[in-house]
């Protein structure tokens, strides 16, 4: 690794403790992943932080400055006790001092949200399937309400490619099979628009770790992209919930270096589910240092799912390009990229769509997650950006409590847009 003079005092100035706390991460998660069960709540360390240099690949891009603070290893456990545990005497860590952190969380299991998916979107009002509806049960279509249709969709942000295209099989199908009866009609819509949404994507997110014909295992890794505010964080959040309610286990990269409350933020959010986030201390640090730190933390402590946070807020596309290059490349030093998960808002609309446009150029986005569906009755979003990016959206956020993602179903999503 080179390291000139400028960066080499930061690094002694950042004080490293990588080496150290990663085998603390490493001690907490396979605890965990063999089931131990300390049903008694005791109390676990705070580690002490000791500036260790932090190895790295040899090449400019090699990361440094990094903490690993042990958030996992933290709290009263009165829910799930195996989640969080103090490392051994034997770790070499000296005596521990206590601490009293908050419990562990239970996140709810991802079964029961799809249905909270059809509910919310009914709830928003849903101006889409009702305004379709009711133009579609009139005794005669005439020329201006097929004008009507396509307005109402072209408003709901279906986009005009996909707009058009439903109106032509509408129409087509209303002559030819000289539809009139409201309940056919909705059934002939319901497949219309399901065929726009295409239940034939593949919407699974790829989140299992990888083993190799020795049995090395090599975790998922999540790369989260987006503009700031989208959301990006908070999805990280509770798509952390649903992976552990899954039973997997996770750790966080807060490479959102550009604000500090961002990384405690997910911090708060790892911490809540008993998991560990890889982060700098230092606001501004390089981070693909971090999304490296965070890679590696996860083969080491051999978890299944490493989920990196990424801050979105560069001014152009060179830079985006830039950063977003790197910290692949960096990542990818470590372990294969998993997924890109895009995370757009919802209720932009037409920005949406644009920013949607350069990270797929730039990022390799493979999933799309919408946040804010609870604050828009504009769902034809969903087609509009699929068929920008041709990829899949896989989850979508449905509110801003903590289970409040859901993986997206076509179905349930047509039949809340038709509710
Ligand atoms: N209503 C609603 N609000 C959401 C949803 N997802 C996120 N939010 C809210 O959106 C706001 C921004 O969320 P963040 O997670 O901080 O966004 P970010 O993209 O990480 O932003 P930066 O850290 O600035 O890059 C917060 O107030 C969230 O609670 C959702 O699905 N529905």
Known sequence: MRVNSDALTTLLAAGV??????????????????????????????????????????????????????????????????????????????????????????????????????????????????????????????????????????????????????????????????????AQVKTLLRAQLLELVDPTLDR???????????????????????????????????????????????????????????????????????VPTVRSEREGADPASVAFEAVRTGKQADVDVVVVDTAGRLQNKAGLMDELGKITRVIGKEAPLSEVLLVLDATTGQNGLNQARVFGEVAGVTGIVLTKLDGTAKGGIVVAVQRELGVPVKLVGLGEGPDDLAPFDPEAFVDGLLQ
């Open 17 to 182: 403790p990588i080496a150290l706390v990663a085998a603390v991460v490493t001690l907490f998660v396979s605890r965990r992943r063999s089931g131990d069960d300390t049903s008694t709540s005791a109390p676990a360390p705070t580690i002490e932080r000791v500036p260790t240099p932090a190895a790295a690949p040899d090449d400019d891009e090699s990361p440094r400055g990094v903490d690993v603070p042990p958030t996992a290893g933290v709290g009263t456990l009165d829910t799930l006790p195996e989640q969080a545990e103090a490392p051994p005497a034997e770790s070499g860590l000296g005596t521990p001092e206590l601490d009293v952190l908050p419990s562990i969380e239970v996140p709810t299991p991802a079964a029961g949200r799809l249905a909270r998916l059809r509910d919310r979107l009914a709830r928003s009002g849903s101006p889409l399937g009702t305004r379709l509806l009711a133009v579609l049960s009139r005794d005669h279509l005439a020329e201006d309400d097929w004008d009507e249709l396509e307005e109402t969709l072209l408003l709901a942000d279906v986009g005009a490619g996909p707009s058009g295209e439903l109106i032509d099989a509408l129409r087509t199908r209303v002559r030819v099979e000289g539809l009139k009866d409201p």
């Open 204 to 274: 699974s997110l790829h989140v299992a770790p990888t083993v190799a014909a020795d049995g090395t295992r090599t975790p998922a890794v999540l790369l989260v992209v987006g503009v700031n505010g989208t959301g990006k964080t908070t999805t990280i959040g509770k798509l952390t919930r649903l992976l552990v309610a899954e039973g997997r286990s996770v750790v966080l990269g807060a490479a959102d270096t550009f604000r500090a409350a961002a990384a405690d933020q997910l911090e708060t959010w790892g911490s809540r589910v008993g």
